[in-house]
Nanobody, 123 residues
């Protein structure tokens, strides 16, 4: 079984930066894709960013493109989300996910999920 664990959330002010981390543990794990999703209160979970592990190709939601950057550490099987120019609308619980079996922007595709980390951006 694979476990994903996010860290790095907290409270920041609008315009600040924050970096989230997600590490994988468990059986020998070589992900195909690792991704970040987020869920704001009263809203559905939405795609934020994804990275194909071998190629390094990245994908972003339009709402974060140019502000957020997804990256990886191959040796640690860890994915990061660098978030710059944060806005109050970025406030959400951020989830890490891995190994989709379909469309990488869909929550329904992913087999493995972390428990989430809260990011709060004050205005």
């Amino acid at each position: 079984q694979v476990q994903l664990a996010e860290s790095g959330g907290g409270l920041v002010q609008a315009g600040d930066s924050m970096r989230l981390s997600c590490g994988a543990s468990g059986r020998t794990f070589s992900p195909s894709v690792m991704a970040w999703f987020r869920q704001a209160p009263g809203k559905e979970r939405e795609f934020v960013a994804a990275m194909q592990w071998i190629s390094g190709n990245t994908y972003y939601a339009d709402s974060v493109k140019g502000r957020f950057t997804i990256s990886r550490d191959n040796a640690k099987i860890t994915v990061y989300l660098q978030m710059n120019s944060l806005k109050p609308e970025d406030t959400a619980v951020y989830y890490c996910a891995a190994d989709p079996r379909g469309y990488i922007r869909s929550t329904h595709s992913y087999e493995y999920w972390g428990q989430g980390t809260q990011v709060t951006v004050s205005s």
